[in-house]
């Protein structure tokens, strides 16, 4: 038996150089081994490379995650019979990552799925990558199943199957279902029928396309539409869900969106969408301070309210700035509502959701107290808030 041990070791794989510490080497007949530890931004990892150079070769590497239970990720391989090394099986659990996949029919390809939690799958990531995945609040849920090709000589992969996620996580929420055919390789990645299904709407998109360009990734699709969507019962992650709210978009449509992964202000995109914001509900102690003001001032609240309407719409440097609001109208139709500027800037919300929409109102009905107002709506898309303000005040501020 022969050892040697290493203090440090950089090695180039592809267009990346990885630095490895503590490294172990050990020959004996026929059997040679490798260990050592794999810094990733702040955690360190312990890989294992066994080798049996007995004809025909195989061997296997595995990925451990420290003080875990689980059975470290295995990557096993061999040698056919031209002397390439061939993926033979994949299995096993590391930093977010639950695979199996085992050879099938075809030769070079392996048949089988894994699972993601990417909240600790962009750990292993560059700092790059991983500030993007954060920057989408992207975590587990996820589950890809199908075929996989590996090219070892090149450092090349494709995968061809399903993506699906079952109660999984994004832009800090949770969501019911999603499913969709799924095509990638290194440098490119395709979606096609993408339905995501949950009880704050569904959202169905025909074609993703997401294309590396030098370093940064891109994301365009030509048409995503969006069905009964209520905001208010999104899900956020580790929150009670809200009392629901009578705003629903019954349909929007969103034509040529593009996005810079690296940068979720690099967002573009138009759009269309039609709501209603109105629900029957019996008399409450609630209604007692509009009946008061009711009285007092001849105001009837509903005057104030959308219940109906049609909002177009631009997506631009981190904003949805809202463009027209055609054909909304009060519960029977005595007010009738329009976009208004502030300080020449027209109304938007911004990528959190904070909302910064204003309204001008014309009635067909006379209420003096009225007509000196504008609406605004602020605070979250799942929560908005609801003031009156006068417009000598708006316009001047």
Not at 318 to 346: H, I, M, N
Request: aromatic share 12%; proline share 4%.
């Amino acid at each position: 038996k022969l050892s040697c041990t290493l203090s440090e070791l950089s090695i180039p794989i592809g267009e990346d150089a990885f630095r490895f510490e503590n490294v172990t080497f050990l020959l004996a007949v026929h059997i040679c081994s490798c260990e050592c530890f794999l810094p990733l931004g702040e955690e360190f990892y312990r890989l294992k490379l066994l080798c049996d150079t007995f004809s025909p070769m195989k061997g296997s590497l595995s990925f451990f995650e420290l003080e875990s239970e689980e059975l470290p990720l295995t990557i096993s391989w061999e040698t056919d019979v031209e002397g390439n090394l061939v993926c033979s099986r994949i299995q096993g659990v590391f930093s977010g990552i639950d695979a199996s996949f085992h050879p099938g029919e075809e030769p070079a390809a392996l048949f089988g799925g894994v699972k993601l939690d990417f909240s600790k799958v962009r750990k292993i990531f560059s700092p790059r990558v991983y500030d993007a995945l954060s920057s989408y609040d992207i975590g587990s849920g996820y589950e890809l199943r199908g075929k996989l090709t590996l090219d070892t000589i090149n450092f090349n992969y494709n995968f061809s199957g399903l993506f699906s996620g079952k109660q999984f996580e994004a832009m800090g929420y949770a969501f019911k279902t999603l499913l969709s055919q799924v095509t990638f390789t290194k440098d490119a990645f395709a979606c096609s029928d993408v339905k995501i299904s949950d009880s704050s709407g569904i959202i169905k998109v025909e074609k993703i396309v997401c294309e590396k360009e030098e370093e940064d990734w891109y994301l365009k699709a030509p048409h995503i539409s969006l069905e009964e969507f209520r905001p208010s019962l999104l899900r956020e992650i580790g929150r009670k869900l809200r009392p629901v709210q009578p705003l629903v978009v019954r349909k929007m449509d969103i034509e040529d969106f593009t996005l810079n992964f690296s940068d979720p202000t690099s967002c573009r995109a138009k759009g269309k969408l039609s709501f209603i914001n109105s629900f029957k509900r019996g008399h409450s102690i609630f209604d007692i301070p509009a009946d008061i003001i009711g009285r007092i001032f001849g105001l009837d609240l509903e005057l104030l309210i959308p219940v109906r309407g049609n909002l177009s719409f631009i997506v631009d440097e981190g904003k949805v700035v809202f463009t027209d609001l055609e054909d909304s109208f009060s519960e029977g139709g005595r007010s009738q509502f329009f976009l208004a500027k502030r300080r020449g800037d027209l109304p938007y919300m911004d990528l959190n959701g904070d909302l910064h929409v204003y309204i001008k109102m014309k009635q067909f009905v006379l209420f003096k107290f009225t007509e000196n107002f504008i609406i605004s709506i602020n605070g979250k898309l799942d929560n908005p808030k609801v003031h009156l303000q006068r417009k000598k005040r708006f316009f001047s501020s």
